[in-house]
């Protein structure tokens, strides 16, 4: 059956390649793409599927129904670009100033739309049911979660029994799938904290109250917390990364501004660095008679595969690609996904299939999210063949 998938994939590659081009030129930014959606419901017209478009997204979930009865499985791509100028020099570049697709969700689309095709084709051989999710605003919009309050698990009257997706990366060699069992990405939350003081002449802080020092002492005090009362085999990351205070040199400012995140990978290290932040910041604070608003902003939860469904996707792309191009991820990545949401809900994974141009090396390639990033496109047909030999080991269990 792989070889088959593989080389049936191949006979897809033109196809998919020129829907990921269009795509790459036209990127939408958000939870509302309806060039998109367009260019998507055009592409899967003629396969048959049960297409519905999302009602408070531009979502789209397009059933496939087996020809005979048999569990539901569930693969999903992210359609959503970033807000920057891209600088690849390609010929399919952004024709939107400000916008390009530099997380290669444009690619993610076109091979679910291959995968579909390719399931399609061999109709009469399954049993149950594919789900193709079709989901906008992965970039921070919490799109998966929209498409959940939607339906999403009930789109065939029957729970899917796994679910999957694939994330493109251009720092991990070309045509290699790569997962681990257990914790793949990070929870991602924003802190936001405004320090209290009082505004004054620089020359005479004792008739001001100096916010200044106080944020300053905070961002240490959160780098020794998470140093000392973080369990380092279950760790987690804080960085302020945005300070703002004061207008000029002589002036002491009434408040001073931090923001930044916080990465867990676990939801037991995720709260506990919540009630923590709190503690420092606000006994920080207080220890030099000011207050201290503190918001955090929930963001993505920990992205979390299941330890058997993990194993088989690397199991089955090492039978479908060779061993070599198949391998467990030793470290989590503290990045995070939205695709958390539905792993919570069903027993499924994520992995990356590697696209490093061949003429880079995976280890100094411009990353995902820059503006200089480029993807392997002879990597798509070894993700519209994973997404396919999935789904099929799914159905056949
Ligand atoms: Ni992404």
Known sequence: ?????????????????????RLHRRPEIGLQLPGTQGAILTEIADLG??????TSTTSVVAVLEGASDGPTVLLRGDMDALPLTENTGLDFASEIDGTMHACGHDTHVAMLAGAARLLSDRRADIAGRVVFMFQPGEEGFHGARYMLDEGLLDATGARP???FALHI??????GTINTRPGPLLASADTIRLTVQGKGGHASAPHYANDPIPVACEIVIALQTMVTRRIDIFDPAVV???????GTTDNVIPPTAELEGTIRALSAET???VHELVRQVAEGIGAAHGMQVELEIVAGYPVTVNDGDFASSVHAIAGELLGADRSSVMKTPIMGAEDWSYVLQEVP????FLGACPPDLDPDTAPGNHSNLVVFDEAALATGVATYAAVALDVLSR
């Not at 059956?1 to 081009?21: C, G, K, Q, W, Y």
């Open 161 to 163: 029994s796994g679910a």
């Open 348 to 351: 499924g994974a994520m992995a």
């Open 49 to 54: 599927l049960d297409v519905r478009k999302g």
């Open 1 to 21: 059956m792989a070889d088959d998938v593989l080389s049936h994939a191949a006979t897809l590659s033109e196809r998919t390649i020129d829907f990921r081009r």
């Open 239 to 245: 960085t302020i990364a945005h300070v703002t205070a």
């Open 169 to 174: 990366t251009s720092t991990f060699a070309s």
């Open 270 to 272: 995720r709260s506990r």
